[in-house]
C-alpha cells in the first residue's frame, strides 16, 4: 500500500533562513515521488519529482528534495526562504502497479519579514 | 498553450439540484482524474480514467459521477449535491507510462457552495 506522512501541518520560518518539509513515505515497490506547491486561491504546481534516477533531485525557485530509501524520506529543503515561499506544500507518492496518486495533508509554509 | 481547465470556477447551489463540473485537456493524455480539497484533509480523489469508456472509484466516490466519452472530457456530475461536498475541486490528466504514474496536470479548481 502507497501512503504519505507530511510530519508538520505547519511551519514558520524567517526570511533568508532554510526550510526544511519533511515527508515520510510508505511502498512496496519503486515509489515515484512528488512536492507540488499551492499558493492561496491557485491551482497546485509541480516543485520537483524523483523518479529512480538521482535522489538529490533539484526543482524550481530553489528548492529540492533528497530521496532516502533507508529512512522512507523524502524532505523538501531550501537554502534561504522567500516571502513568496509562503504557500501549502503537498508531498505525493505514486507506487508501480497503482492507479492513483495519494496526497500528504499538506504543510502550510509561513514566511515572515 | 498545454492547459487543463475547469468550469464553473466558482459555483453556489442548493441541496438536491443536479450540476456538472466540465474538465477538458488538450495534451492527449490518457489519464484524468477529479480530486476534492477540503482544510487539513490534503487533496483525496474522487474518480479516475484511464482512458475513453474506463473510469474507476478513488478513495471517495460517493454522490458523485463521471464520464468519459471523449479522450478529452472528464465531466463530473453531482445527482443531488449536498452540503457536505461543498468543496474546492480539481481535475488533473496525465500521460500513462510504464510503471508508477508519471506528475499529473492540474486544472484551476472549482470552488462549489452547497447550501
Known amino acids: 500500500a502507497q501512503s504519505v506522512t507530511q510530519l508538520d501541518s505547519h511551519v514558520s520560518v524567517s526570511e533568508g533562513t532554510p526550510v526544511l518539509l519533511r515527508c515520510n513515505y510508505s511502498?512496496?515497490?519503486?515509489?515515484?515521488l512528488f512536492w507540488y506547491v499551492q499558493h492561496p486561491n491557485k491551482g497546485l504546481q509541480l516543485l520537483l519529482k524523483?523518479?529512480?534516477?538521482?535522489?538529490l533531485v533539484k526543482g524550481i525557485n530553489g528548492f529540492e528534495a533528497e530521496f532516502k530509501k533507508s529512512e522512507t524520506s523524502f524532505h523538501l529543503t531550501k537554502p534561504s526562504a522567500h516571502m513568496s515561499d509562503a504557500a501549502e506544500y503537498f508531498c505525493?507518492?505514486?507506487?508501480?502497479?497503482?492507479?492513483?496518486?495519494?496526497f500528504g495533508k499538506g504543510t502550510m509554509l509561513l514566511v515572515s519579514p | 498553450e498545454a492547459q487543463v481547465t475547469q468550469n464553473p470556477r466558482y459555483l453556489i447551489t442548493v441541496t438536491g439540484k443536479k450540476l456538472t463540473v466540465t474538465c477538458s485537456q488538450n495534451?492527449?493524455?490518457?489519464?484524468m482524474s477529479w480530486y476534492r480539497q477540503d482544510p487539513g484533509l490534503g487533496l483525496r480523489q474522487i474518480y479516475y480514467?484511464?482512458?475513453?469508456?474506463?473510469?474507476d472509484k478513488g478513495d471517495v466516490p460517493e454522490g458523485y459521477k463521471v464520464s468519459r466519452k471523449e479522450k478529452r472530457n472528464f465531466p463530473l456530475i453531482l445527482e443531488s449535491p449536498s452540503p457536505n461536498q461543498t468543496s474546492l475541486y480539481f481535475c488533473?490528466?496525465?500521460?500513462?507510462?510504464?510503471?508508477?504514474?508519471?506528475?499529473?496536470?492540474f486544472g484551476p479548481g472549482t470552488r462549489l457552495t452547497v447550501l
Open positions: 488533473a490528466s496525465s500521460p500513462l507510462s510504464p510503471g508508477a504514474l508519471p506528475e499529473q496536470f
Open positions: 511502498s512496496s515497490y519503486s515509489p515515484s
Open positions: 524523483y523518479t529512480s534516477a538521482a535522489t
Open positions: 505525493v507518492v505514486s507506487d508501480q502497479g497503482y492507479s492513483t496518486l495519494t
Open positions: 495534451m492527449n493524455h490518457e489519464y
Open positions: 480514467s484511464m482512458n475513453v469508456e474506463v473510469t
